[in-house]
């Protein structure tokens, strides 16, 4: 496990951006599209859906667990409240998005809606969590069952979106946003020294709980929480600008160092992060009931929960998808035959070979390989060919991005490893 000295990352948005994919779900009629197997190896499945692992599955189960029968600490019954104390203060809110995009594919629907609200005055951070299937007039017909926030988000841009989540969590307007997808999340998990299999399926639960999506939610916006409470003291330290740097490099966002920076200097400087009952929870629409409290913080405990929740014998009833049986070896031929293509085409079609990459290089999808140090080369070796290719057409500001981008990245993975 990573020394916790070393895994802190940037504050709620940061910590968002861990749980945003981990929730991804989509309509089965739209997530099991299966693709072309591009492997040699006869052992891995031929058709695959390959961005929903076995373990990250949104699974069916009519199995509803009584919440007494969990470990949990304690039980909120504030979250839920329509009424909101700090009405009328003056916030800096931030959207945190997580898109369920298919492997390559350029678009996908919100399936993590969170808003980190920061209000300096008051001394508080509310963390806003919104259900992904919310009910947002997206145009269908109420019987095609779309009319819900995830869908909304692709149908209606980021922009409608963000005014959209600032309606349903009644907040003036959100500024900013953090936008993220499923291999980013499994990258930066590996920085807090979770093992990221058993902690998507924890907090991506929901048909575990009586109250379904409203206690997932919750349950992703707790753990948010705690990790801030956990780790924000050591957030500026002399590590900062790689973190900050590093984020920067893994996500699309309007953020940018200066006012990340300003934003931990102003949560230090109140001391918001001193008290845990300065960090609280609301779950927009508000849903009154008491929702169970577990301890996120501790990696060992999800795994103890996990096994409570039976989820891995919910997992091998789930008969909905074509799954490879070495998803690391499937990835990495992946990655293979798409630079070999890219660099072939690099050579004569420049462009070709930046179409063809830019998808998985916005996805970042080298970061679900679990060895940080392979899955920077693949990083570096994708990162190579796209230069290379902008340089060509002559847009050597997108080349020095890309370079840049990889080097922060780089940093990110070997200054927080164990010393």
Same mark, same amino acid.
């Given at each position: ?14 910590a ?43 699974l069916d189960?009519? %199995? ?42 350029? %678009?996908?629907h ?35 069952n ?62 575990s ?9 919750y ?65 927009r629409p ?16 999800i ?9 891995e ?14 998803f ?13 293509d ?11 070979a ?25 990083s ?11 340089i ?28």
């Amino acid at each position: 496990m990573k020394n916790p000295k070393y895994i802190f990352i940037s504050l709620g948005f940061t910590a968002l951006i861990v749980l945003g994919y981990f929730l991804l779900q989509t309509p089965k009629s739209e997530a099991y599209v299966s693709m072309s197997n591009i492997t040699k190896d006869t052992s891995i499945v031929e058709e695959i859906d390959t961005a929903f692992l076995k373990s990250v599955f949104e699974l069916d189960t009519s %199995r509803i667990l009584d919440g007494d029968s969990l470990i949990i600490s304690g039980e909120d019954n504030r979250a839920g409240l329509s009424r909101d104390e700090f009405a009328g203060y003056s916030r800096i809110n931030i959207a945190v998005i997580g898109v369920d995009g298919r492997m390559g594919a350029p %678009r996908g629907h919100a399936d993590a809606n969170h808003i980190i609200s920061i209000i300096p005055d008051a001394r508080k951070i509310q963390i806003i969590s919104i259900p992904r299937d919310t009910y947002v007039d997206c145009g269908y017909d109420d019987t095609t069952n779309l009319n819900k926030l995830t869908v909304y988000y692709m149908g209606a841009g980021r922009e409608e979106y963000l005014a959209k989540i600032a309606e349903i969590s009644g907040l003036g307007s959100i500024k900013y946003y953090v936008e993220f997808g499923f291999s980013q999340a499994m990258g930066i998990m590996r920085l807090f020294g979770y093992n990221s299999t058993e902690t998507l399926q924890v907090l991506r639960s929901r048909k575990s709980f009586a109250i379904g999506d409203y206690q997932r939610v919750y349950n992703q916006a707790q753990f948010v929480r705690q990790l801030i409470l956990k780790h924000f003291e050591l957030i500026n330290g002399s590590l900062k600008p790689v973190f900050i740097n590093g984020i920067l490099a893994l996500v699309r966002t309007n953020l940018n160092y200066d006012l990340i920076s300003d934003l931990f200097e102003k949560i230090e400087e109140k001391q918001i992060h001193k008290n845990p009952e300065n960090i609280t929870i609301k779950i927009r629409p508000g849903v009154q009931t008491n929702y169970k409290v577990f301890d996120f913080s501790n990696p060992e405990f999800i795994a103890s929960l996990k096994e409570q929740l039976k989820l891995e014998n919910i997992a091998k009833q789930d008969t909905t998808a074509f799954r490879p049986k070495n998803f690391q070896q499937y990835l990495t031929n992946k990655l293979d035959k798409i630079i070999s293509d890219s660099e072939q085409d690099t050579l004569k079609n420049p462009r070709l070979a930046i179409n063809k990459l830019k998808p998985y290089y916005e996805q970042k999808i080298w970061l679900q390989i679990n060895d940080d140090q392979q899955s920077l080369e693949y990083s570096r070796r994708v990162s190579e060919i796209l230069s290379k290719s902008f340089i060509k057409i002559n847009d050597t500001i997108s080349a020095k991005k890309v370079q840049n981008s990889f080097l922060a990245e780089q940093e990110l993975f070997n200054k927080t490893k164990t010393k």
